[in-house]
Each structure stands twice: as structure tokens, then as C-alpha cells.
């Protein structure tokens, strides 16, 4: 063989990385500006029978240099694995977002059946989540095992577009006999805060096929962990890697409770976070309690308790304002929003209650407080019940009404989905001053009525029992 001809091989062989099926350009350093510059990329591709994998890593891609990638694309009907990831680097970020669609349209014309798709380190933001929206909702996706979108600057708004192609893939796919079935989903460092989170969290509800879902690494209040938590173990994954993401002692308990009782989860990863001494220990304390010690991983990079923030919610005793004696704040903050309607005596009761205006109310308090209190509402809820249960006494008569009440508002609101539900307990300990939440939720005077009106919901059919596990937790610490 001529010394020419070995070289054309060796060549070859680098690109693919004798992986079969795969063409390589991963790491090159390539400026793909326009059709002139991709001209033998282009030409391989359409050259290369049987391609499944295209590595375009580590190049710089521009919108004309994709749209002839793209074109090249549409008859590569076996294409499996798409590495993109960093690949619009010095692009500009209103360019990223078409050169996606293209890309995205090619695999759709050529009937391609993803397995892996990595678009990490591209640095989008929102339209560039647009720019993959309908390739993720097409049946392009409905096979896609792997998807990875680490470090690509998605947001909230970027989360929620995401979670609900998502949603709409794992929908189109059970219609046609074959759901999604995520195995490897990656989002870290892409600032989805709570809602963007949660979003996401509920889309993987319904996926109750996947089995990994890696480095969903976000930063969020311990709120915000309570209903991630909740939604996550509701799906069937064996890994769990939450790992570097700010998560706090609080938060990292309130995750150990929620895979409790999970036979399906197999590895619980919260290293790198910032639990401290204490906090990892009492989070090791507590799987082993739970007889789950063996699937929390290692905990050496934690990188300790988080700095002491001035607390906003300054104690309103400091500010010289007066309390209500039922620990409520006057009626002007109040988040309880009535209907203008409401029955008068409801408005003057929730405003400023007192056993008097609860105990005039009559036989039917129950129906007009569950009436007039927007139980879909957890703030609501939750102010409601401090307000009611504060009144809690030994005498019989004000006991009675007291609880009937509290029994009639929560069985009703407990009614409703799981983020609610948790959503209400998370805004109830944050006013009882047992978790710190985020935004303007005010701490209430803690009185022996909330307690023990709380000890005796929990005793109820309607309080979950793992909401009562998740509160004890809080509660004793």
C-alpha cells in the first residue's frame, strides 16, 4: 500500500475513532462560517453509508455552514446520536437559535431515530431551547434515550419550554404504542430556579420509564426542593445525582425522605453541596434509619454550611410593630383573599379572628370557610389554618368548632395534586419559622394552637402520611 494511501487511511480512522457508523470532528477547531467552509465536511457525510453518530464538538458552526449540514443530513435516516455540544462558540446568540431549526428539520425529513442528543456548553438561553422545540416534539425524539443540556444558559423560561415538549414527545409516543423512555436527562448549571425546575420535575412524573436522571443541578430554596423532591420520586429512576447544586441540610433531609419506601432507586448523590459537618451527618443518620444508607454516595466534596445571609424577614417584635395575639400579622397583609362577595361575617372573621366572631359563625362555619378560602391556593390555605388553629383551647365548645374547621379546610385542600399539597406544607413551615423560604412569606408568633391543632391533623385518614414523616422531620430538629 503506498505510503499516501496508509496516510488517506489513518485519516479516516481518526475521524470515526473506529467506532462504527460514527464520523468524527470532535475537538478540531473548525470555523464553519458558510457553505464554502464545510464543503468536504458536507461531502463526507453524504459519502458515509450507515452513518449513526456525528461529532461536531468543539467546532464553531454558523448559520449558512449549518443550513448545508443540514441539507447533507435529510437523507441520513439512520442517524442515532447527534454530540453537538459546544458548538456556536463566538456565534452570535440570535444566530444559534436557526441553525438549530435546521439542523433539527434535517432529522425530521430524514426520519431519523434519535438515541442521544447533546447540545451542552452552547449557551442559548431560551430561543435557543425554541430552536429544538419541535425536532424534541417530533417523532425524531420519540426513541431518544439520552438527552444532555448542561451549561446551556436555559433559565426558567427555558426550563418550561423544555418540560413541555417533553411532555408532549412522551404523549405523541404513548399514543403510537412506544413512550418515551429517558433514561439520561443532564441540566445542570442552566439557572432553572423553582418554577423552571419544577416544570421539568412534572414532566418526568409521567415518564415512569426512565431509570437515571443525572446532574440536574439547580439552585433553589428548600421550598422549592420540597416539591422537586415530591415529583421526582414519583418517577421510576434507579439514580438520583443532584450533586453540586447549593442544596442546603434542610433540603438534602427533605430529599432523603422522599426516597424513602423507593425500592427502584439505587443511588442518591448529593455530594458537593453545602450541608456542613452537621448536616452531613444527620442526612447519613437518617438513610441509615430509613435502612437506605447503602445508596447515598459519598459526601467528601461538600463544601460546607452556606454564609450567613441578613435575614429580610426581620421579627416584626424588632420593628416595634404590635403582634395580634393570634400571631397574625393585621389584615392589610394578609395573603387571604376573599371573594367581594363574602359573607360578612367570613370577611370579619378571617380579617381578625377571635373565638367570639368563629363561635357566631354557627353550625355552618365549616361550609362557609371552605366556601370563601381558595384552597387551590397554598399561601391561603396555610394562613388560614394559623389563623383558625390559634384560637385552639381546653374549653369544649371553641375546641370543637376549632378543629371541625381545620379537619373541613384541609381534607378539602389535600384533595387536590402533589405539588399543591406539598407547596402548602413547605409555605406552612416557612411561616413557622422551621425552613427559610425565599420572597416576602412573613414568620408568624408561634402559639401552642398551631401545634397541637397540627398534631392532630396529622393523626387524620386525609393528611398523607408522607407529608406527616417529611413534617416530623422538621419539626424535631
Not at 467552509?37 to 450507515?50: A, D, F, N, P, T
Not at 447519613?284 to 435502612?291: G, L, S
Not at 371552605?370 to 381546653?394: E, G, N
Amino acid at each position: 500500500m503506498a505510503s499516501d494511501d496508509i496516510a488517506l487511511l489513518a485519516e479516516a480512522l481518526s475521524k470515526t475513532h473506529v467506532e462504527y457508523g460514527e464520523l468524527s470532528y470532535k475537538g478540531q477547531g473548525l470555523k464553519l462560517d458558510n457553505t464554502e467552509s464545510v464543503k468536504e465536511l458536507v461531502r463526507e457525510i453524504e459519502e458515509y453509508q450507515g452513518l449513526r453518530a456525528l461529532r461536531l464538538e468543539g467546532n464553531t458552526v454558523g448559520v449558512e455552514a449549518a443550513q448545508a449540514i443540514a441539507k447533507a443530513l435529510e437523507c441520513k435516516d439512520q442517524l442515532q446520536s447527534c454530540h453537538w455540544s459546544d458548538m456556536f462558540t463566538g456565534r452570535l446568540r440570535s444566530e444559534i437559535p436557526t441553525a438549530l431549526r435546521s439542523l433539527g428539520s434535517a432529522l425530521m425529513t430524514a426520519g431519523a431515530r434519535l438515541r442521544e442528543l447533546d447540545l451542552s456548553d452552547n449557551a442559548f438561553g431560551p430561543d435557543g431551547v425554541k430552536g429544538i422545540e419541535t425536532l424534541l416534539k417530533s417523532s425524531a425524539c420519540h426513541s431518544l434515550q439520552e438527552l444532555r443540556l448542561n451549561n446551556c444558559g436555559m433559565g426558567i423560561g427555558g426550563g418550561k419550554i423544555l418540560a413541555a415538549a417533553l411532555t408532549e414527545c412522551h404523549e405523541q409516543s404513548s399514543a403510537l404504542g412506544a413512550p418515551l423512555k429517558l433514561k439520561v436527562f443532564q441540566a445542570g448549571r442552566n439557572r432553572l430556579e423553582n418554577e423552571g425546575a419544577t416544570a421539568l420535575a412534572l414532566a418526568f412524573q409521567v415518564q415512569t420509564n426512565g431509570h437515571k436522571l443525572c446532574s440536574l443541578e439547580v439552585h433553589m430554596c428548600v421550598c422549592g426542593w420540597i416539591t422537586h423532591s415530591c415529583l421526582i420520586v414519583h418517577s421510576c429512576f434507579q439514580e438520583l445525582n443532584l450533586s453540586f447544586g447549593e442544596i442546603t441540610e434542610a433540603a438534602a433531609l427533605v430529599l432523603a425522605q422522599a426516597v424513602q419506601d423507593k425500592p427502584h432507586m439505587e443511588k442518591l448523590d448529593l455530594n458537593g453541596n453545602c450541608l456542613g459537618e452537621e448536616g452531613c451527618e444527620a442526612l447519613k443518620e437518617t438513610m441509615d434509619n430509613m435502612d437506605r444508607a447503602d445508596i447515598l454516595a459519598s459526601l467528601s466534596d461538600d463544601e460546607g454550611e452556606p454564609d450567613e445571609e441578613e435575614d429580610e424577614e426581620v421579627e416584626d417584635e424588632e420593628n416595634g410593630k404590635e403582634m395580634k395575639e393570634n400571631g397574625v400579622k393585621d389584615e392589610s397583609e394578609s395573603p387571604v383573599k376573599l371573594e367581594p362577595t363574602c359573607h360578612p361575617e367570613i370577611l370579619s372573621f378571617l380579617s381578625s379572628p377571635t373565638t367570639e366572631t368563629l363561635l357566631k359563625l354557627g353550625d355552618n362555619r365549616t361550609g362557609l370557610i371552605q366556601q370563601h378560602v381558595d384552597v387551590s391556593d397554598p399561601d391561603k390555605v396555610a394562613d388560614a389554618f394559623l389563623r383558625i388553629s390559634s384560637l385552639y383551647s381546653d374549653d369544649h365548645e371553641v375546641k370543637k368548632a376549632v378543629l371541625e374547621t381545620i379537619d373541613i379546610l384541609l381534607k378539602k385542600a389535600f384533595s387536590g395534586s402533589s405539588l399543591q399539597t406539598y407547596s402548602f406544607l413547605s409555605t406552612l413551615l416557612v411561616m413557622l419559622g422551621l425552613l427559610k423560604g425565599e420572597g416576602k412569606v412573613k414568620k408568624v408568633q408561634v402559639l401552642p394552637g398551631h401545634l397541637l391543632v397540627l398534631e392532630h391533623a396529622v393523626q387524620q385518614d386525609y393528611f398523607p402520611q408522607d407529608h406527616a414523616t417529611l413534617l416530623d422531620t422538621f419539626v424535631a430538629r
